[in-house]
């Protein structure tokens, strides 16, 4: 009924039809928030690791576990949600032609992510950061900006992949 109202609207005052590749046309995209959120799940299962070395725990080493297991699974979401509005809004032709493995890729991400949130797995979460470190080498290409690989500056200070924008 509404689609009809605005339908007949439309046809009587004839609207400039507009578009845009995504919610909000601000052409800002950088996977470093989800590299950042995977070092944090990573961090976390490390943080998670030392407490289970201990003897026994107290209570407040069990509130600090079930803060860790928050925070592990709240940035496994976090990396789902900033890789999944990347590929949709941002990857279009000639992207997709250039990089097809994209897609898969993405999917790998996803699996990954849910993997890491679901388990106590810091190789589960080596593998979701190697992916999404590919995503982004991927994501800069498409923008002809070279990267390099550095360790992170903070713990856990593994690799992540950054832009070379010194050009």
Request: glycine residues 2%; negative net charge.
């Amino acid at each position: 009924m509404l689609y009809d109202l605005i339908d007949k609207l439309n046809n009587s005052c004839k609207f400039d039809e507009t578009k845009a590749h995504c919610d909000i046309p601000c052409k800002i995209y950088d996977p470093i928030i989800a590299q950042i959120a995977v070092l944090t799940m990573i961090r976390t299962v490390d943080l998670i690791n030392e407490l289970e070395e201990k003897e026994s725990l107290t209570n407040e080493d069990k509130a600090q576990f079930s803060r860790l297991v928050s925070q592990k699974e709240e940035h496994g979401v976090k990396v789902k949600e900033e890789i999944r509005v990347i590929w949709g809004d941002y990857f279009k032709e000639p992207q997709i032609s250039e990089f097809p493995e994209i897609h898969e890729l993405t999917h790998k991400i996803m699996l990954a992510a849910s993997k890491s949130k679901q388990n106590i797995d810091k190789n589960a979460s080596l593998e979701l950061l190697e992916n999404v470190n590919r995503f982004t080498e991927i994501f800069w290409k498409t923008k002809n900006v070279n990267t390099f690989k550095a360790a992170s500056p903070y713990p856990p200070s593994l690799e992540l992949v950054y832009p070379d924008l010194k050009d």
